[in-house]
């Protein structure tokens, strides 16, 4: 059963690594993005939250401090969901429609977040396959 939390923190942790990576690569779109969604200093906020999204997709898949790595990720995903999915705000229904789906999945990816928020803290070092216990 190691092998399957395993996979669990693989398949939740690559969605946040190669999102992080992508808020590097593609920095520039991404702030004119977030600009234009209203986000408050949108060239530092893509910095802040890609490394946020980078560092806990990788403290959850390699089981440091997971517990410090989920909280990165409610922390990124909750006011994210918010200020850059705000699919109330359009009047284009598909447009609506787009950003619903992305202010869902962030919001389900909040509480799987939680949940291996709650699994780092209460079975700590006892779980399988990490490399530190937790930091709380």
Sequence with gaps: MDIVFL?????????????G??????????AEYA???????????????GAMILAGGLM???????????????????????IMHAFWKHEDPQMAQAEQVSF???ISLSGGALAFFWLFVEYGSDLPIT?????F
């Design 21 to 30: 990576i992508g808020h590097f690569a593609n920095r520039k779109q991404m």
């Design 7 to 19: 996979a669990a923190r693989v398949l939740f942790a690559v969605i946040f690594i190669a999102s």
């Design 104 to 106: 869902l999945k962030n």
């Design 131 to 135: 490399i530190t216990g937790p930091l």
């Design 35 to 49: 600009a234009a969604m209203g986000a408050p200093a949108p060239g530092a906020g893509v910095l802040v939250t």
């Design 60 to 82: 959850i898949l390699l089981g440091i401090w997971g517990d410090l790595g989920a909280l990165l990720l409610v922390a990124f995903l909750l006011p994210t969901s918010f």
